[in-house]
């Protein structure tokens, strides 16, 4: 047996509310829509990764979701100019990662990042 793909599901009474964040800010694909359910992504290969944390690092939370870009800076001002609020950062890790948390419109706390070349 093989795991083909882990799917994180948020609970919300508000589907639509994800547009903004997942769809407008970050750019994802709205792959699948039956008003009850609307799950984004993307359509190129992804890896799979389930990860379990008693913090976030450095002290901090741990985030409901860690997504990784490739521009943590850019990702961070189309953020702010959402209107969405900043928790966290930016900062650069001594474990090689540039992240910054954020809220989506649903209160769960997003970890976004990029790996720092080396």
């Not at 795991?3 to 903004?20: C, E, F, G, L, Y």
């Not at 860690?66 to 900062?91: H, Q, T």
Request: hydrophobic content about 40%.
């Amino acid at each position: 047996m093989k795991v083909k793909r882990i799917v994180p599901n948020i609970d919300t009474r508000n589907v639509d509310a994800a547009k903004s964040f997942y769809q407008d800010v970050l750019g994802l694909d709205l792959l699948m829509d039956h008003g009850w359910i609307a799950t984004y992504g993307s359509r190129e290969e992804t890896s799979v990764q389930i990860s379990f944390a008693s913090q976030g690092g450095s002290s901090t939370p741990t985030p409901d979701l860690s997504i990784e870009v490739d521009n943590v800076d850019l990702c961070l001002e189309r953020m702010k100019s959402a209107g969405f609020r900043i928790e966290y950062g930016p900062v650069d890790e001594p474990w090689g990662v540039r992240r910054f948390f954020v809220r989506d419109p649903f209160g769960k706390l997003i970890n976004i990042l990029a790996h720092k070349a080396h």
